[in-house]
C-alpha cells in the first residue's frame, strides 16, 4: 500500500494554495501515486484495464445494492458459497496486516471488501499492495459477514482497474467549497451520494415527462439550436459567426418558433427537450445554459397547457420523491424548510389583480401615473418600456416571490407577450400565465398567436422598443411570418424549465446544484 493511503487532502486542492508547506504535501502524495504507478508496470501489470471482461473474465459486475438486498438478512459471521464481482472505487482503506478491509463503491452503493492473504495469489495480494484511495477496483469472491456482522465480499480475486493519480478530496466530507464542487463536479459525485441522487433525479424527471407526452400523442423532435435569428423569448442571444457562410448566426433563446412551424407542416402534437442559451446574468435560478421542454398542442388554447403543467409537474414530484427516498405516492415536497402539497387544483389569479393587492390601489394599462407608481416601489423605469412592461416589473417585484402555493398567474399585458394571442375578453392583454410554485417561475404558456398580421404588427412594436435600448426585446422574423400565413391551427404551447423545476423538486438552493457543468469565470 502506497504511502498517501490514508492522506486525505483538504477541500480545497493544494495546488491553488499559497502555504508552501500545503503546495510540498500535495507534490509528495502525486510523486508517491506515481511511484506506485512505475511498480505496478515493473511487474507486468497493466494499471489502466482495458476492460472488466479482460481483467476478470466477467461481462458486466454485480451491483453493490443488488448484494445488500439479496443478503441483508444474513447472520454474524456467516459466509455463503454465493460469489459475486464487484467493480468501483475505493473510497476506505484499513490494513492490519495479513487482513485488509476496503470499501469499494459502485453507481448503486457501498460494500465492504475483506481481503485476507491466505485467500488470495501472491499476484493479487502484491497488487492489493499498490491500492490507494481512489483507485478503482475489480474484485470477486462469496458473499458472507464479519464478526461483528457487516456484510461483506470476501475477495478471491481482485484486479486494478484503473490507478489514480491524484487523491479524492478528504473521504469523510468531500467537496464543501460550493465553487469547487461546480467547477470539479466530477470529484463532488465521487464522493457524496445526495450529488449522484440529484443526478438520478433529473434523470426520472426527465423520462417521466417523455412518457407523459408520448402517451398523449406528441411527437419528440428537434430544431435547430444555430439560428439565423434567435426568437421565441424576450432574452439576449450569444452571437457566433459562420466562416463559411460569413454570417453572424445566434444560439437559440427558446424552442417556440421552430416548434410552431412544425404545426404549421401538420404535426399537431410536438415537443422538445432541448438546451437553451441566453446572454444574462447569473444567479440562483438564471445559468446562460439550461433546459426547456416546450410542447405545443393544435386545437387547444392556454387552459389545456394548464392541465399540462399540472400533470407533468405532479408526475415529475412522484419521481423525485421516490428517487430522494420519500413516500413515491405523494405530492408532498419540502422546499427551503416549508412543505408544498401539490395535489389540489393549482390556484388562478390575474397580474393586474394581484399587483393591484399588493400596491394597496387599482392598477390598469391606461393609467397616467404607472411610472411615478413604480417609482415608488423602487422601481425605475427604463427608456422604452410601456405600460404593459411597468406592470410587469411591479409584478415580479412584489407578487411573484410571495407566491408559495402552486400558482397560474394569468393574463399578461400584450406588450411582454408577442406571440400570444389577445384575450378573447380584454384585446390590452393575452391569454399568457406563469405558473409559480415557492415563488419560483417554472412555466410559461398562451394561447398561440395565429393571425400573421397582427404578429408581424406585434414584431414591429417590438423593433421599436429595441429601437428605443431595449436589447432583450423579439426581433422580426420574416421566415416565421412567412410559415404564419400559410396557416397554423389555433393551439395552446408551454414551456417548462427543467432545473427550476428541479430546484423545487429536490429543495436545491441554486439550479447550478443541478447543472452538472455549470459557467464560472476561468479559475486564476
Same mark, same amino acid.
Given at each position: 500500500?502506497?504511502?498517501?493511503?490514508?492522506?486525505?487532502?483538504? @477541500?480545497?486542492?493544494?495546488?491553488?494554495?499559497?502555504?508552501?508547506?500545503?503546495?510540498?504535501?500535495?507534490?509528495?502524495?502525486?510523486?508517491?501515486?506515481? @511511484?506506485?504507478?512505475?511498480?505496478?508496470?515493473?511487474?507486468? $501489470?497493466?494499471?489502466?484495464?482495458?476492460?472488466?471482461?479482460? $481483467?476478470?473474465?466477467?461481462?458486466?459486475?454485480?451491483?453493490?445494492?443488488?448484494?445488500?438486498?439479496?443478503?441483508?438478512?444474513?447472520?454474524?459471521?456467516?459466509?455463503?458459497?454465493?460469489?459475486?464481482?464487484?467493480?468501483?472505487?475505493?473510497?476506505?482503506?484499513?490494513?492490519?496486516?495479513?487482513?485488509?478491509?476496503?470499501?469499494?463503491? +459502485?453507481?448503486?452503493?457501498?460494500?465492504?471488501?475483506?481481503?485476507?492473504?491466505? @485467500?488470495?495469489?501472491?499476484?493479487?495480494?502484491?497488487?492489493?499492495?499498490?491500492?490507494?484511495?481512489?483507485?478503482?477496483?475489480?474484485?470477486?469472491?462469496?458473499?458472507?459477514?464479519?464478526?461483528?456482522? &457487516?456484510?461483506?465480499?470476501?475477495?478471491?480475486?481482485?484486479?486494478?482497474?484503473?490507478?489514480?493519480?491524484?487523491?479524492?478530496?478528504?473521504?469523510?466530507?468531500?467537496?464543501?467549497?460550493?465553487?469547487?464542487?461546480?467547477?470539479?463536479?466530477?470529484?463532488?459525485?465521487?464522493?457524496?451520494?445526495?450529488?449522484?441522487?440529484?443526478?438520478?433525479?433529473?434523470?426520472?424527471?426527465?423520462?417521466?415527462?417523455?412518457?407523459?407526452?408520448?402517451?398523449?400523442?406528441?411527437?419528440?423532435?428537434?430544431? =435547430?439550436?444555430?439560428?439565423?435569428?434567435?426568437?421565441?423569448?424576450?432574452?439576449?442571444?450569444?452571437?457566433?459567426?459562420?466562416?463559411?457562410?460569413?454570417?453572424?448566426?445566434?444560439?437559440?433563446?427558446?424552442?417556440?418558433?421552430?416548434?410552431?412551424?412544425?404545426?404549421?407542416?401538420?404535426?399537431?402534437?410536438?415537443?422538445?427537450?432541448?438546451?437553451?442559451?441566453?446572454?444574462?446574468?447569473?444567479?440562483?435560478?438564471?445559468?446562460?445554459?439550461?433546459?426547456?421542454?416546450?410542447?405545443?398542442?393544435?386545437?387547444?388554447?392556454? +387552459?389545456?397547457?394548464?392541465?399540462?403543467?399540472?400533470?407533468?409537474?405532479?408526475?415529475?414530484?412522484?419521481?423525485?420523491?421516490?428517487?430522494?427516498?420519500?413516500?413515491?405516492?405523494?405530492?408532498?415536497?419540502?422546499?427551503?424548510?416549508?412543505?408544498?402539497?401539490?395535489?389540489?387544483?393549482?390556484?388562478?389569479?390575474?397580474?393586474?389583480?394581484?399587483?393591484? &393587492?399588493?400596491?394597496?390601489?387599482?392598477?390598469?394599462? @391606461?393609467?397616467?401615473?404607472?411610472?411615478?407608481?413604480?417609482?415608488?416601489?423602487?422601481?425605475?423605469?427604463? =427608456?422604452?418600456?410601456?405600460?404593459?412592461?411597468?406592470?410587469?416589473?411591479?409584478?415580479?417585484?412584489?407578487?411573484?416571490?410571495?407566491?408559495? &402555493? =402552486?400558482?397560474?398567474?394569468?393574463?399578461?399585458?400584450?406588450?411582454?407577450?408577442?406571440?400570444?394571442?389577445?384575450?378573447?375578453?380584454?384585446?390590452?392583454?393575452?391569454?399568457?400565465? +406563469?405558473?409559480?410554485?415557492?415563488?419560483?417561475?417554472?412555466?410559461?404558456?398562451?394561447?398561440?398567436?395565429?393571425? =400573421?398580421?397582427?404578429?408581424?404588427?406585434?414584431? &414591429?412594436?417590438?423593433?421599436? $422598443?429595441?429601437?428605443?435600448?431595449?436589447?432583450?426585446?423579439?426581433?422580426?422574423?420574416?421566415?416565421?411570418?412567412?410559415?404564419?400565413?400559410?396557416?397554423?391551427?389555433?393551439?395552446?404551447?408551454?414551456?417548462?424549465?427543467?432545473?427550476?423545476?428541479?430546484?423545487?423538486?429536490?429543495?436545491?438552493?441554486?439550479?447550478?446544484?443541478?447543472?452538472?457543468?455549470?459557467?464560472?469565470?476561468?479559475?486564476?
Amino acid at each position: 500500500m502506497s504511502e498517501d493511503a490514508q492522506v486525505h487532502p483538504e @477541500d480545497r486542492s493544494h495546488e491553488q494554495s499559497g502555504d508552501p508547506q500545503e503546495r510540498g504535501r500535495e507534490a509528495e502524495v502525486l510523486r508517491g501515486r506515481r @511511484d506506485s504507478l512505475e511498480r505496478i508496470r515493473e511487474r507486468g $501489470a497493466e494499471p489502466f484495464a482495458l476492460s472488466l471482461r479482460s $481483467a476478470l473474465g466477467v461481462e458486466e459486475p454485480d451491483l453493490a445494492q443488488q448484494v445488500r438486498d439479496r443478503f441483508g438478512d444474513l447472520g454474524v459471521d456467516e459466509i455463503t458459497d454465493e460469489r459475486r464481482t464487484l467493480a468501483g472505487r475505493v473510497v476506505l482503506l484499513r490494513d492490519i496486516g495479513k487482513l485488509r478491509f476496503l470499501v469499494v463503491r +459502485d453507481r448503486s452503493a457501498d460494500l465492504q471488501i475483506v481481503a485476507v492473504r491466505r @485467500d488470495l495469489s501472491d499476484d493479487d495480494w502484491a497488487a492489493l499492495d499498490e491500492v490507494d484511495l481512489g483507485d478503482v477496483l475489480g474484485v470477486q469472491g462469496r458473499v458472507g459477514t464479519t464478526r461483528k456482522g &457487516e456484510l461483506s465480499l470476501f475477495a478471491d480475486r481482485l484486479a486494478l482497474l484503473t490507478k489514480a493519480l491524484r487523491p479524492l478530496p478528504e473521504k469523510w466530507h468531500g467537496l464543501k467549497d460550493p465553487d469547487l464542487q461546480q467547477r470539479r463536479r466530477y470529484l463532488q459525485l465521487a464522493t457524496d451520494p445526495d450529488a449522484r441522487r440529484l443526478v438520478r433525479s433529473r434523470a426520472g424527471v426527465l423520462r417521466e415527462i417523455r412518457s407523459y407526452l408520448d402517451g398523449r400523442g406528441f411527437v419528440e423532435v428537434e430544431t =435547430p439550436v444555430i439560428q439565423s435569428v434567435a426568437g421565441g423569448a424576450l432574452a439576449r442571444p450569444f452571437t457566433t459567426h459562420h466562416h463559411v457562410l460569413d454570417m453572424d448566426l445566434k444560439l437559440r433563446i427558446s424552442l417556440e418558433l421552430y416548434l410552431k412551424r412544425l404545426l404549421v407542416g401538420g404535426l399537431d402534437r410536438v415537443y422538445e427537450m432541448g438546451r437553451i442559451f441566453r446572454n444574462e446574468g447569473i444567479d440562483r435560478a438564471h445559468n446562460p445554459e439550461f433546459t426547456m421542454l416546450e410542447a405545443y398542442q393544435a386545437y387547444g388554447d392556454y +387552459d389545456d397547457m394548464m392541465r399540462l403543467a399540472q400533470d407533468v409537474v405532479r408526475r415529475s414530484a412522484r419521481a423525485v420523491n421516490a428517487e430522494m427516498g420519500r413516500d413515491p405516492d405523494s405530492l408532498v415536497v419540502p422546499y427551503r424548510g416549508r412543505q408544498i402539497d401539490l395535489a389540489p387544483d393549482f390556484a388562478r389569479i390575474t397580474v393586474l389583480d394581484s399587483v393591484s &393587492e399588493a400596491v394597496g390601489e387599482r392598477v390598469s394599462l @391606461d393609467r397616467d401615473d404607472l411610472p411615478e407608481l413604480a417609482r415608488r416601489h423602487g422601481i425605475e423605469p427604463q =427608456p422604452g418600456w410601456g405600460p404593459g412592461k411597468i406592470v410587469q416589473e411591479l409584478f415580479e417585484k412584489l407578487v411573484e416571490s410571495a407566491l408559495w &402555493e =402552486p400558482t397560474f398567474v394569468c393574463d399578461f399585458p400584450q406588450e411582454v407577450s408577442p406571440l400570444a394571442r389577445p384575450h378573447r375578453d380584454d384585446p390590452d392583454l393575452t391569454e399568457h400565465f +406563469d405558473l409559480v410554485v415557492g415563488g419560483l417561475e417554472l412555466a410559461t404558456a398562451f394561447s398561440e398567436l395565429t393571425d =400573421p398580421d397582427d404578429q408581424r404588427a406585434r414584431f &414591429e412594436a417590438q423593433q421599436t $422598443a429595441r429601437t428605443a435600448g431595449d436589447e432583450e426585446a423579439h426581433p422580426l422574423d420574416e421566415d416565421f411570418l412567412r410559415a404564419l400565413e400559410h396557416g397554423m391551427p389555433p393551439a395552446g404551447g408551454i414551456g417548462i424549465g427543467i432545473d427550476r423545476l428541479l430546484i423545487l423538486l429536490t429543495d436545491s438552493d441554486s439550479a447550478r446544484d443541478l447543472i452538472l457543468f455549470p459557467h464560472h469565470r476561468p479559475e486564476s
